[in-house]
């Protein structure tokens, strides 16, 4: 008679050969997903899909070798890939450099580059990052004339970027609430003061939280990624996910609350 423990961990050690994890359908699906969401042109998701393939498989698959099993799998994977990807863009594109107009303002103006140019968000949300982070203590109505150089800055990353129009919260609250991030639109509906305040909790609470549910914070709220794909790309299934989520955003409500942070 057969060992079904045994069958199952010859069966579990298969599934670990690396040759095994990349020719899987689930783990293509997240190189295509990363590859997507990087990149906008159908070429450059074509060439870093197999660049990352391709990197993946060298040196008798190296990098995939190396997972010593400190995390989960899905998450070193994903860590691995963003890595990867980062890799091709700077092949590819070479690194990238803030223009010497925007550098000579300082810092801050260096950090509201990076927020808007680079990772995508708005002016307003790079406003609240200064504050938090102490770079810039001018009130609001002095930072919109200050940014009038970093405006006009070449973006090669974000076509947006020069005519960027601000996220406000009309539009946010006008927007379905399947697709909207509920912390932004509590955040939304807050004053400056307390929207600021309100941030470095929702920092302070997310650094504190595990490995796994970081990265899933990161993939929704972040990243945008609708639940379903954030759970295939993390191993969840949609139902653990989305418990995983109401739970996490308990979380987040009741440390505000706990700060005298509330809805108005």
């Not at 801050?108 to 140019?117: G, N």
């Amino acid at each position: 008679m057969i060992n079904l423990n045994y069958a199952n961990s010859v069966r579990c050690r298969q599934l670990m050969e690396p040759q095994n994890i990349i020719n899987s359908s689930d783990m293509l699906e997240r190189i295509e997903a990363v590859c997507k969401r990087h990149f906008s042109n159908e070429n450059d998701q074509n060439e870093s899909f197999v660049f990352i393939i391709d990197s993946l498989k060298a040196d008798n698959f190296r990098r995939l070798r190396a997972y010593k099993g400190k995390s989960k799998l899905t998450t070193y994977l994903y860590s691995l890939i963003n890595s990867l990807i980062i890799d091709f863009r700077r092949k590819k594109y070479g690194r990238r450099r803030i223009p010497a107009g925007v550098a000579k303002l300082g810092k801050w103006a260096e950090a509201v580059y990076r927020l808007v140019c680079w990772q995508k968000f708005t002016f307003d949300d790079a406003y609240d990052f200064l504050q938090i982070e102490g770079l810039f203590e001018e009130p609001y109505e002095q930072y919109i004339k200050d940014i009038a150089p970093i405006r006009k800055a070449p973006c090669r990353e974000n076509p947006t970027f020069q005519s960027i129009n601000e996220m406000n919260c009309d539009s946010m609250q006008n927007a379905s609430g399947s697709s909207s991030n509920p912390l932004e639109l509590l955040i939304c509906k807050l004053d400056h003061e307390r929207r600021i305040k309100a941030l470095k909790i929702i920092r302070e609470t997310t650094a504190k939280l595990s490995q796994e549910d970081q990265l899933l914070v990161r993939l929704v709220y972040g990243s945008e990624q609708p639940v379903k794909t954030a759970a295939n790309i993390m191993g969840f299934s949609l139902s653990s996910a989305r418990r995983r989520l109401k739970r996490l955003l308990n979380q987040y409500r009741e440390q505000l609350l706990a700060e005298g942070i509330r809805e108005p």
